[in-house]
Each structure stands twice: as structure tokens, then as C-alpha cells.
């Protein structure tokens, strides 16, 4: 995950407050995504992005907004953190046209929600 | 809803033997099979993938497909210590080729 960076790795906040987390990346690739990962859950998919300003919702998108100005940058924001979004966050990133779409994933974000 | 199932485990294998992982998926229209490794505290890291029916090897990891039974599987030969991990299978699917995970199964290798 050298091309793809995070920030901040660690957080905490309180309930109410609003959180943005930042995915950069240096690779120029296309796609990326952001995910959440909780114990028996898996990794989810929250939202994802095709491309500057286009973006899309995954299985898990309420409570979240994205933003992309920029290929290199892709923001996810909790516009009021609540409690059941203390999770591990983990951003992802894909040349999606060429191969078969591999995914290749940041170091995470580690965010909690008193 | 798009489901991938993995066997929870813990899986325990002794140093030397094979370990085996299953996934099952339920979308017929999933494109491509990857598994990834996660160390504990760590990011997911690809070690195969799969698009076609059939065997695909890699070193010491073999994947598996079956696309007619919606299956795929990870054999790991010689399994050592450093296996040690959760091994999480994706599938992907839609335009942005979107991963669905299971939720992962935890191996222990057992000097």
C-alpha cells in the first residue's frame, strides 16, 4: 500500500460531531473506494468512485457522503459521527478496466465514536 | 442482497501441511474471485485471483473456481507460521467492479 495513504490513522470523537476521512493515493488510478470493517462483519462497502465528482453508493452508504475533486484525493465524511460507526475504515483503490478490477487497500483508519 | 459465506473457523493445520479455505458466493453474474490476506491490525493484501473455471497456482497458493456450483477455494501447500492470518475472499461485480467480502477465516499454522 505504499501509493495509498490515510489520514488520519487514528481518531476519536463524540457523538454529534462531524469527521472527515481522507485516501490519497499516487497511483492514478481511476476507481476507489472506501470501506468499513467490523468484527463478523467482514469488510463493507460504504461508497466508491468511477472518476473526479462521480460517485456511488455501496451496501452501507447511510449516514456518509463522499466527495472527489481531485483523482488523488477521495474524502469520506460522517456528517454527525453516531456510536455504531466506530469502526475500522479502509479506503481501496483500482485501475478497474484493466485485469480483472483487483483492489488494492490502504492502511486504514482507525475511528471511535463516544 | 449479494452474499459471500466463509467457513469462520479458526482453522488449525500443523507446519508443513495443506490448509484449506472455501467461499461460496450467491450472484451468478460475479465477474472475478480474489483472496486476500489480513494480518491482525493490518490492511487486506491481494495474494490470487481467479476469473476462470479451473486452478490457478501461485507459488505455494492454488485458487479454485467452480463458477456452476458457486464456489471458490484457497489451497495453501507447505502452510508455515507466517500463514498465520485472516483470509478473506471477495467477489466482484457491477460496472465499478465493486467487492463484496465474507466475513473471513482465521488460520492458525501450528510450528
Known amino acids: 500500500d505504499a501509493g495509498i495513504t490515510q489520514s488520519p490513522r487514528h481518531k476519536v470523537t463524540e457523538t454529534g460531531t462531524p469527521v472527515t476521512l481522507r485516501c490519497h493515493q499516487t497511483e492514478n488510478h481511476r476507481y476507489m473506494y472506501w470501506y468499513r470493517q467490523d468484527p463478523g462483519h467482514g469488510l463493507r462497502l460504504i461508497h466508491y468512485?468511477?472518476?473526479?465528482?462521480?460517485?456511488d453508493k455501496g451496501e452501507v452508504s447511510d449516514g456518509y457522503s463522499v466527495s472527489r475533486s481531485k483523482t488523488e484525493d477521495f474524502l469520506l465524511t460522517l456528517e454527525s459521527a453516531t456510536s455504531s460507526q466506530t469502526s475500522v475504515y479502509f479506503c481501496?483503490?483500482?485501475?478497474?478496466?484493466?485485469?480483472?478490477?483487483?483492489?488494492?487497500f490502504g492502511p486504514g483508519t482507525r475511528l471511535t465514536v463516544t | 442482497q449479494k452474499e459471500v459465506e466463509q467457513n469462520s473457523g479458526p482453522l488449525s493445520v500443523p507446519e508443513g501441511a495443506i490448509a484449506s479455505l472455501n467461499c461460496t458466493y450467491s450472484?451468478?453474474?460475479?465477474?472475478?474471485f480474489f483472496w486476500y490476506r489480513q494480518y491482525s491490525g493490518k490492511s487486506p493484501e491481494l495474494i490470487m485471483f481467479i476469473y476462470s473455471n479451473g486452478d490457478k497456482e501461485d507459488g505455494r497458493f492454488t485458487a479454485q473456481l467452480n463458477k456452476a456450483s458457486q464456489y471458490v477455494s484457497l489451497l495453501i501447500r507447505d502452510s508455515q507460521p507466517s500463514d498465520s492470518a485472516t483470509y478473506l475472499c471477495?467477489?466482484?461485480?457491477?460496472?465499478?467492479?465493486?467487492?463484496?467480502f465474507g466475513s473471513g477465516t482465521q488460520l492458525t499454522v501450528l510450528p
Open positions: 481501496a483503490i483500482s485501475e478497474s478496466m484493466r485485469g480483472v478490477g483487483e483492489q488494492y
Open positions: 468512485s468511477y472518476g473526479v465528482k462521480d460517485t
Open positions: 471477495a467477489v466482484s461485480s457491477g460496472s465499478a467492479r465493486q467487492l463484496t
Open positions: 450472484d451468478r453474474g460475479s465477474q472475478s
